[in-house]
């Protein structure tokens, strides 16, 4: 199998709004380089287009693990769990985000919304 090209293929399976297609492309090269942090990204990314948070969730963890610095897994990670209803889980999350990259509004909308549902909003 060429990877690359898979890549590619799921790739633009995602960017014309098809992420079932473009995960079941990466699942497997996922499989054949679990290192591959921007492979992975993209497939968690997928799994959270297309309503597969669970799926999402376990593969931002790993990310996150592999790079705690990794602001967008965090982000991405917070939004997962907002959408799974753990506010309290993604709070952590979505603020380690918002504190490594504050001058994105994305971060900090997200943030503030998970904040209110939890009670914390200002």
Not at 15 to 23: I, L, N, Q, V
């Amino acid at each position: 199998m060429d990877l690359l090209a898979e890549y590619r293929r799921a790739t633009m399976f995602f960017e014309a709004g098809d992420p079932t297609g473009a995960a079941r492309l990466l699942e497997p090269i996922v499989e054949a380089e679990p290192g591959n942090s921007s492979v992975r990204q993209l497939l968690a990314r997928a799994y959270f287009q297309s309503a597969q948070l669970n799926r999402a969730e376990e593969q931002l963890r790993e990310l996150v693990e592999r790079d705690p610095s990794d602001h967008y897994a965090h982000h991405v990670l917070g939004r997962t769990l907002e959408r799974l209803n753990r506010h309290a889980d993604a709070l952590r999350h979505l603020r380690i985000a918002a504190a490594m990259h504050s001058t994105n509004d994305d971060y900090t909308t997200a943030l503030r919304r998970v904040e209110t549902r939890v009670g914390l909003g200002r």
